[in-house]
């Protein structure tokens, strides 16, 4: 079984300064891993995704994100968050040769003016 | 591309009543998967569809669930007998199926159905 934990469910931070949004999972085979992002009445939108090579993975709108196998972490970053960013945030993973994808509970990203 | 539509945006309805969601994936995308999110969680995973056929169902989907894609093409999920705990909304997602372990694949996501059972 997999699982994934984000958390904190809200996150305030003034805009221009850094964030990083936490998600840790479980599972017991190799997994794929995603950050998706849900602005308000509009639908998820993936954001980056994990499936091999470099640790390091850059998605959409400036954001980042580093798979950390020992520790079971995929954090999501982003260096100086703009107003636009407010929204919630959901780390899912999905493992090898299954379909489905398990979601966190989801990090709602306030950034204040 | 037009995006994944869902029908209706919203409905609401009465405990006991059946109720029918209709949603249209990305053309030419063969996986069609729907989810239903609740207040204050993410989306929970409830079956999955590689073109017609239903390979996947999650223990949540009660025998009051039941999803159809007759031609590979929409997929509609009715929930027969409403409960209010039934009220949630309801996403729908598509994939173009060309990752060979499709687990990598890229979901694209609808708007939603908010269901609101009294």
């Known amino acids: 079984a997999q699982s994934v934990t984000q958390l904190d469910s809200q996150v305030p931070v003034f805009e221009e300064a850094p964030v990083e949004l936490r998600c840790n999972y479980s599972?017991?085979?190799?997994?794929?891993l995603f950050w998706y992002v849900q602005y308000p009445n509009q639908g998820l939108q993936l954001l980056l995704k994990?499936?091999?090579?470099?640790?390091l993975v850059k998605g959409i709108n400036g954001f980042e994100a580093e798979f950390n196998k020992s520790q079971t972490s995929f954090h999501l970053r982003k260096p100086s968050v703009h107003i636009s960013d407010t929204a919630e945030y959901f780390c899912?993973?999905?493992?090898?040769?299954?379909?489905?994808?398990?979601f966190g509970t989801g990090t709602k990203l306030q950034v204040i003016p | 591309d037009t995006g994944v539509s869902q029908d209706p945006r919203h409905k609401i309805t009465k405990r006991g009543q059946n109720v029918t969601f209709r949603c249209d994936p990305i053309?030419?995308?063969?996986?069609l998967y729907w989810y239903r999110q609740t207040l204050g969680q993410g989306p929970e995973f409830l079956t999955y569809?590689?073109?017609?056929?239903?390979?996947?169902k999650s223990r949540l989907l009660s025998d009051r669930f039941s999803a159809e894609r007759p031609k590979g093409s929409f997929s509609t999920l009715e929930i027969q007998r409403t409960e209010q705990g039934d009220s949630a909304m309801y996403l729908c997602?598509?994939?173009?199926?060309?990752?060979?372990?499709?687990?990598?694949?890229?979901?694209?996501f609808g708007p939603g159905t908010r269901l609101t059972v009294l």
């Open positions: 053309s030419e995308h063969n996986r």
């Open positions: 997602a598509s994939s173009p199926g060309t990752s060979g372990g499709s687990a990598a694949d890229t979901q694209y």
């Open positions: 599972s017991s085979v190799s997994v794929y």
């Open positions: 569809f590689q073109n017609e056929a239903q390979l996947e």
């Open positions: 899912a993973v999905s493992a090898g040769g299954y379909q489905k994808v398990t």
């Open positions: 994990y499936l091999s090579g470099s640790t």
